[in-house]
């Protein structure tokens, strides 16, 4: 027997927003299970597999955060929840979380400035700071660097890696998420971009939205996120 669309059926988006939330609370406690068993494991094979694992898992974690997110923004019901936030405290909270992968790739992570507190939504951010810092550990060398700059037009938040530097085909599709433009190749990585300039962009103050630049001007010679809130 064949069923019929209806009235009262659930929206599809709706249908879509409510799993892509239920998959997220999943990964969060696949992710906390596995820190747990990485201390326990003894050989390096063994590590360097689960490294690959918590990377993937924290990955997709990221994208069902960025799906739910552009689902509220998308459907308008994404609650802004701004507070005074000491940013480095925050920065470092991410980074607490990210122990594990950070060490099992030998990535080294530098903090630069003083700790700024700002006008923000810290869950928000946290996110978008997820997205930021991920995509650096995904590109560099061995270095990440997180430098925070007060100025007249605000906040400035720069994660710089010492990697190769973005090709010019990664820095257009940036710009042309950034644009409003359609994407022609829908991706983890331009959804990423997508969530990260959208949030940047509800934080608003005294007509000033907030933004995102992707560029090749890190000071420690590789690809640089800036996200700058107003």
């Known amino acids: 027997m064949s069923m019929k669309a209806d009235d009262n059926q659930l929206p599809f988006a709706d249908v879509i927003g409510a799993s892509v939330n239920d998959m997220r609370n999943s990964l969060g406690q696949v992710l906390y299970k596995l820190t747990g068993i990485s201390e326990e494991l003894d050989t390096q094979e ?3 597999g689960l490294q690959v694992v918590e990377y993937e898992v924290t990955r997709m974690q990221n994208v069902m955060n960025q799906l739910h997110g552009l689902y509220l923004i998308e459907t308008d019901s994404l609650t802004i929840q701004m507070q005074e936030v000491y940013v480095f405290e925050l920065i470092d909270d991410i980074l607490a979380g990210m122990n594990g992968l950070l060490a099992n790739k030998k990535v080294e992570v530098e903090l630069r400035g003083e700790d700024i507190c700002w006008y923000l939504d810290p869950y928000l951010m946290t996110n978008v700071l997820n997205i930021a810092i ?5 590109y560099t060398n061995d270095k990440i660097c997180i430098t925070l700059v007060h100025s007249e037009k605000g906040l400035s938040i720069s994660i710089d890696d010492n990697g ?3 090709p010019d085909v990664v820095l257009e599709r940036f710009n042309n998420v950034k644009a409003g433009m359609s994407i022609e190749e829908v991706s983890s990585q331009n959804i990423g971009w997508l969530f990260c300039e959208k949030i940047a962009s509800l934080h608003k103050n005294q007509g000033n939205a907030g933004e ?19």
């Open 46 to 48: 063994s590590k360097l």
């Open 134 to 138: 991920l995509n650096a550990v995904r």
């Open 164 to 166: 190769q530097g973005y």
């Open 212 to 230: 995102t630049i992707l560029d090749n001007e890190s000071v420690i010679s590789g690809g640089r996120l800036q996200v700058l809130l107003p």
